[in-house]
Antibody, heavy 118, light 109 residues
Framework: EVQLVVSGGGLVQPGRSLRLSCEAS????????MHWVRQVPGKGLEWVSR????????DYVDSVKGRFVVSRDNAKKALYLQMNSLRPEDTGLYFC???????????WGQGTLVTVSS | EIVLTQSPGTLSLSPGERATLSCRAS???????LAWYQQKPGQAPRLLIY???SRATGIPDRFRGSGSGTDFTLTISRLEPEDFAVYYC??????????FGQGTRLEIK
């Protein structure tokens, strides 16, 4: 069974940093692209970032470019999101998701809440 | 940038009824890159349909995806109590890579 366990969320002041982690099990982590998707509580979904299997291809939504860095450690079966210069509009529930057929997300972690507020 | 608009915003139906949810794209999209997700309160989304009409693993056949070009539909043939949730369509393109519709809330009448 695919499991994605997300951690690292919390309350942080604007301008500060936070690092999210996603621990994977139940599948060959090194064979799949991975994603971060966020959701403002009670609102819709927004894709944040993608990293390819070997980390040679990385993409971000425009609103986080230059501030967020996605990375992965295939040996540890772990995905990370380093979030710098956080803004109030970054507040939300952050999910990690397993990529499927390049265009979709077929397994999701439970999400971790990030709150950016002074 | 392709914008996905879902309608209606809220759909109120009874168990056993048929649900029809719409997703309209601002420009023609490649069918193979259109998906539908279900999200229940306090849970992560679940992939239902990919490639516009292919059911994901374990998804019951009462869920059917259809459409092409700019108009896509998710049909739930006979609503079960566990089907009441929020549904999102999603598209894969070039920039941004992945976009979601704003969601349709399917509630019990």
């Amino acid at each position: 069974e695919v499991q994605l366990v997300v951690s690292g969320g919390g309350l942080v002041q604007p301008g500060r940093s936070l690092r999210l982690s996603c621990e994977a099990s139940g599948f060959s982590f090194e064979d799949y692209g991975m994603h971060w998707v966020r959701q403002v509580p009670g609102k819709g979904l927004e894709w944040v970032s993608r990293i390819s299997r070997t980390s040679d291809s990385i993409d971000y939504v425009d609103s986080v470019k230059g501030r967020f860095v996605v990375s992965r450690d295939n040996a540890k079966k772990a995905l990370y999101l380093q979030m710098n210069s956080l803004r109030p509009e970054d507040t939300g529930l952050y999910f990690c998701a397993k990529g499927y057929l390049r265009g979709f997300f077929d397994s999701w972690g439970q999400g971790t809440l990030v709150t950016v507020s002074s | 940038e392709i914008v996905l608009t879902q309608s209606p915003g809220t759909l109120s139906l009874s168990p056993g009824e048929r649900a029809t949810l719409s997703c309209r794209a601002s420009q023609s999209v490649i069918n193979s890159y259109l998906a539908w997700y279900q999200q229940k309160p306090g849970q992560a989304p679940r992939l239902l349909i990919y490639g516009a009409s292919s059911r994901a693993t374990g998804i019951p056949d009462r869920f059917r995806g259809s459409g092409s070009g700019t108009d896509f539909t998710l049909t739930i043939s006979r609503l079960e109590p566990e089907d009441f949730a929020v549904y999102y369509c999603q598209h894969y393109d070039t920039s941004p890579l992945y976009t979601f519709g704003q969601g349709t809330r399917l509630e019990i009448k």
